[in-house]
DNA sequence: ATGCCCAGAACCTCTGGA
């Protein structure tokens, strides 16, 4: 089986090129980030007429999360237990959907961005990590067996060496110590970030940003991670970013990553 | 080469993204 994760940075705006992309893999689950429209504005169609199941979250123009799975999908939940709200009167956001494919627990995660380490945003962003990973040691303690998949954007830069030049975000969001230390403490709840197993190399990034030939020069992050299960590390054969996807006119600034899991 | 912000809402220019 093979499962992905992808910041699709808007869904109407890509469905074709995703759709496109979903038959050229042969990729059978999709977690997607920043759909950025409502449930009445999703594209259902499009990936029902290509073969896919959709659960989606959405309530305007931002965040935004979905499941897309050709080999069932079931159990779906729209949020994660105790998952923070933000705001004066605190409302919880579209960043997590959940959902059972063929086994595989999948959760889409689009981590809030923090803004700036002095923001109201970034105490949420560690408190939402926190409770997230809260809620995976629990799932992970009520069946050590269950293969669980926490796929996303994850909003973090873990090492300096997941940025083109680490001095650049001094001041910044996603490499201040609580935030690496709120990522790797899922670790510590069984998880295994497999794409770290799979692809070691350095300055190896899953997203770049539309100014300033950011791309072509290479100059990228590596923010896009899945953690998995003891159960569901032990399944998974190979990761791949695929780096092509951020070629040519009308390409997200995230490209996919892609888990191969051992068929059972 | 991959190419010098983009998408959404609204209809002008802001918000959010990193």
Redesign the pocket.
């Known amino acids: 089986m093979r499962i992905a994760t992808w910041?699709v940075?808007?869904?109407?705006?890509?469905a074709d090129r995703v759709v496109a992309w979903l038959e050229r893999t042969g990729t059978d689950v999709l977690a997607i980030q920043?759909t950025?429209?409502?449930d009445d504005?999703f594209p259902y169609s499009v990936f029902e007429a290509a073969g896919y199941e959709v659960a989606h979250t959405g309530f305007?123009?931002?965040?935004g999360v979905a499941v897309l799975s050709r080999v069932g999908l079931a159990d779906v939940e729209p949020a994660f237990p105790g998952q923070p709200g933000y705001g004066d009167e605190p409302a919880i956001e579209a960043r997590a959907l959940g959902a059972t494919c063929d086994g595989v627990r999948i959760w889409s995660l689009y981590v809030?961005?923090g803004?700036s380490p002095d923001h109201p945003?970034y105490t949420y962003k560690l408190r939402w990590l926190e409770q997230l990973r809260t809620a995976a040691a629990a799932w992970h303690d009520a069946d050590p067996q269950a293969q669980i998949a926490l796929l996303g954007?994850w909003?973090v830069?873990p090492l300096d060496t997941d940025v083109y030049d680490v001095a650049d975000f001094a001041g910044h969001?996603?490499v201040t110590p609580a935030e690496r230390e709120a990522f790797f403490a899922f670790e510590q709840a069984g998880y295994t970030e497999v794409s770290r197993v799979h692809v070691p190399a350095e300055h190896t990034y899953t997203?770049w940003?539309?100014?300033?030939?950011a791309?072509?020069k290479?100059r990228g992050?590596r923010?896009d991670f899945a953690y998995a299960s003891p159960a569901l590390a032990a399944r998974v054969e190979g990761v791949r970013i695929d780096?092509e996807e951020?070629?040519?006119?009308?390409?997200s600034?995230?490209v996919p990553v892609i888990l191969d899991l051992e068929n059972r």
């Open positions: 910041n940075n808007s869904v109407r705006a890509r920043e950025k429209c409502a504005k305007h123009q931002w965040n809030p961005h803004r945003h954007d909003n830069i969001t996603h997203y940003d539309y100014q300033q030939l791309f072509p290479n992050l923010i780096r951020r070629k040519g006119k009308g390409a600034d995230h």
